[in-house]
């Protein structure tokens, strides 16, 4: 649990980095505009020097990305999951503000303090920055940098949407055009889900799933899975075979699964009468074709034989009285650590829907 903690933590700091770089990259951008336009507007610099105007709008982006990376990434995504719309729009906004002034003091200070040649600290420095905080200038750096935490946030919530990495890849244009791909598939299906969702009613079930969906995703993530479909209370996760099949991955993820729910059993017992959630898993590899899809809504599909067995195998956990299956094409490509996994054989099977019959392993 402490290496998954780990992972998020250094996941949420590398977000952090990539706003910060961002930002000191559009910091610049917005210098390299006004002073075009003050050498085409033919200003007077006077003796001072437009390289302190760079490193003022450099050190502008390096605090912003510091202290409101920090903000988005710690506090308003959280804010934007957990709370009513409305009430994290206004938190946020109001934090934005302290923010902004967090920024605007210090690098207002530093700038004036090289404009005049005078220290930081000294009163006419304070009186000027102080007058200049308050001038329409600073007005207008207020909008702008607004629009840059919105667009960034909105950066973020559609990249969560899509999954690490898919987002990219539609920016990018990999999945315009279909493509065939070796990947493992995990059909991840909530036990007694019927029993659950009659015991605690529409509403309190819709929680119970969206908090263990919350709770399983960072050792998805951790074990480099992609979601690739919420479908009911069932999740279908994703690897690229080289991610999937290193230190199994696709293996390890499924305990690690198991292990994050267990570490949250007070909460669900106090939350949801006692109920305890747990999945059973079928995993299987193979190729399918993957690109986008849709009109109006466009999503990334994968299709192929592969989806089917995976979603049979998955199916025969009940019958089997086990947890997890997997394949004997899969288990053959894993290099298992006998003292983490035990594969047991299941025997062949002839799954529903197949001419064919597949040997099963459980773990």
């Known amino acids: 649990m402490k290496q998954l903690l780990s992972n998020k933590r250094k996941s949420q700091i590398l977000k952090i980095f990539w706003i910060t770089v961002a930002w000191i990259i559009i910091a610049g951008f917005q210098f390299l505009i006004s002073y075009s336009l003050a050498r085409l507007l033919k200003c007077d610099f006077g003796d001072f020097k437009p390289i302190y105007f760079l490193k003022g709008a450099l050190l502008t982006g390096l605090l912003a990305g510091i202290i409101g990376g920090t903000a988005v990434v710690f506090v308003w995504e959280k804010w934007l999951r957990n709370k009513k719309y409305g009430t994290a729009l206004f938190n946020m906004f109001w934090s934005y503000c302290i923010i902004f002034v967090l920024v605007a003091i210090p690098t207002g200070l530093y700038f004036h303090s090289q404009e005049l040649g005078l220290p930081f600290y000294d009163l006419k420095v304070i009186e000027t920055m102080t007058i200049h905080f308050f001038g329409l200038d600073q007005l207008q750096n207020f909008i702008i940098w607004l629009s840059i935490v919105l667009i960034t946030l909105i950066a973020l919530q559609v990249n969560d949407k899509y999954g690490p990495g898919v987002f990219r890849s539609f920016l990018l244009g990999k999945y315009f055009h279909a493509k065939r791909e070796e990947r493992i598939f995990m059909f991840l299906d909530l036990r007694s889900s019927t029993t659950i969702a009659e015991r605690l009613g529409e509403e309190r079930y ?12 960072p050792a998805i993530l951790n074990a480099r899975g992609e979601i690739y479909q919420y479908v009911g209370d069932e999740i279908v996760i994703s690897w690229p075979m080289n991610n999937g099949i290193k230190d199994a991955n696709c293996l390890q993820c499924f305990f690690e699964i198991q292990l994050a729910l267990r570490r949250q059993n007070s909460f669900y017992k106090e939350n949801y009468d006692g109920l305890q959630p747990e999945f059973k898993a079928g995993l299987h590899y193979g190729f399918v074709m993957a ?11 994968y299709s192929g034989d592969v989806l089917n067995t995976t979603a049979r195998i998955q199916s025969m956990c009940n019958e089997l009285g086990v947890n997890v299956l997997l394949s004997q094409f899969l288990l053959d490509k894993l290099a298992l650590r006998s003292h983490l996994f035990n ?10 829907g197949k001419e064919e019959k597949v040997t099963l392993y459980t773990v």
């Open 206 to 217: 819709f929680h119970f799933i969206k908090n263990v969906f919350k709770d399983v995703t």
């Open 291 to 301: 690109g986008e899809v849709g009109v109006v809504k466009r999503d990334i599909a």
């Open 343 to 352: 594969p047991k054989r299941i025997g062949e099977m002839l799954l529903r």
